[in-house]
């Protein structure tokens, strides 16, 4: 084991919660590097000062009356609530995308005007608001594994990352989108346009 | 009677039987309470944090693929939820994170009002909130729920090495912070 291993290996073994190959790792390796000791005595005053310090805990009613409390919650949600980013986000898109289709059927300009349309009620959305909105998809699975770590969107198909944003954006407002004319009316240029958007508001740099 | 597995009450729940919702909710309220707790300081934002992770989890849960263990997911909730409440909190208060979490008590302190002994903090819980954000989730989760690095690592999308050495780091500040608090 080197030093930085065994640093970081320190506190569960100091506090017992190393297997017993690396117990006698460390142990090998503090019996030889006064660095790694004086690290090692370090904690181990510090582990040993808080272990019987007794904190606050709620009462049992509290732990009780939390199932209450969230149904009492999610009905509420159910008939008035729209959160914060449905509001900021999902409504104007979906007057976006009402815009949009309305455009195309009634005066059939061309070319479709998607592109900037939808920018433009992206260009309205706070970039932290977007963050936290891509994290909840990425949480939830929904588009998952096209989010990487860093939160760009790296997916290859675009539209199918578009359609599950409003999918989902249905779901969340309970209202009905109709993505498959907005993805059917743009296209994969625009698609990949609107991602770059979101990914420059997610990660600026 | 043998105890159903997330699994089982996830499916039941897919399969529109509330309670095995309810049934996850009680298992793991307390695991996420205390995350929060730790993670943004009081037990009024707590609260919040706990109720507004499940009613996620709520909505969220037709789309859990089952890919990862449930507590990794709900878990990846929570610390998101915790985080971004803490961003809310500084916002709204205008407050950077070390005055925010300056964990002293008031000069009016009463420890026989349920409300302020509701925020009693040992010198421990007082270190962590001095803790930058990610490390007091990292060091929560390892210390007091002892999840294993790799789960956590999927939780907090990091490397191994990366979280290993984030429980590292909290641990040297905490015994610092704290070694100092006890020689005043």
Redesign the interface.
């Known amino acids: 084991m080197t030093c930085t291993d065994v640093?970081?290996?320190?506190?569960d073994y100091l506090r017992g919660?190393v297997s017993q190959q690396e117990y006698r790792d460390v142990r090998d390796h503090l019996a030889v590097c006064e660095l790694c000791r004086s690290e090692a005595e370090?904690?181990s005053?510090?582990f040993e000062?808080?272990k019987d310090?007794?904190?606050?805990t709620?009462s049992d009613a509290y732990?009780i009356n939390?199932?209450p409390?969230?149904?009492q919650?999610?009905e509420d949600?159910r008939v008035k609530y729209l959160p914060a980013w449905a509001v900021r986000f999902a409504l104007p898109m979906a007057a976006a995308i009402a815009l949009i289709i309305f455009s195309f059927k009634y005066f059939n300009t061309a070319p479709l005007e998607t592109n900037q349309t939808v920018q433009s009620a992206l260009a309205q959305l706070p970039q932290?608001e977007l963050q936290?909105y891509v994290?909840?998809q990425s949480?939830?699975?929904?588009i998952g594994d096209q989010i990487s770590?860093n939160g760009s969107i790296v997916s290859g198909d675009d539209k199918v990352i578009l359609k599950n944003i409003i999918q989902v954006g249905n779901?969340?407002t309970e209202s009905e989108f109709d993505y498959e004319s907005l993805l059917d009316s743009i296209s994969e240029q625009e698609a990949n346009n609107i991602v770059s958007i979101l990914e420059k508001k997610l990660d600026p740099s | 009677m043998r105890e159903k597995t997330d699994a089982e009450l996830i499916e039941s729940f897919k399969n529109s039987d509330v309670s095995g919702f309810n049934e996850l909710i009680r298992r793991y309220q307390e695991r996420i309470y205390w995350i929060a707790r730790r993670t943004v300081g009081t037990h009024v934002d707590a609260n919040d944090v706990v109720q507004d992770v499940f009613i996620r989890a709520y909505e969220g849960l037709k789309y859990f693929r089952g890919d990862a263990n449930f507590y990794t997911w709900l878990y990846r909730i929570a610390v998101n939820v915790s985080l971004n409440a803490i961003r809310k909190k500084r916002i709204k208060e205008f407050l950077p994170y070390d005055e925010l979490w300056e964990g002293i008590p008031p000069s009016d302190f009463r420890a026989d009002d349920p409300i302020q002994r509701q925020e009693y903090k040992t010198i421990l819980e007082k270190a962590i909130q001095k803790l930058p954000a990610k490390q007091r989730v990292v060091f929560t989760m390892r210390y007091y729920d002892e999840i294993p690095y790799e789960e956590l690592a999927k939780i907090l999308k990091k490397s191994v090495g990366g979280t290993k050495a984030n429980y590292f780091q909290a641990v040297k500040k905490l015994a610092k912070y704290v070694r100092k608090e006890y020689d005043t």
């Open positions: 640093k970081y290996t320190l506190a919660k370090g904690l005053s510090f000062l808080v310090e007794k904190h606050w709620p732990w939390i199932i409390k969230i149904q919650r999610l949600r932290d936290y994290e909840q949480i939830v699975g929904v770590n779901y969340s």
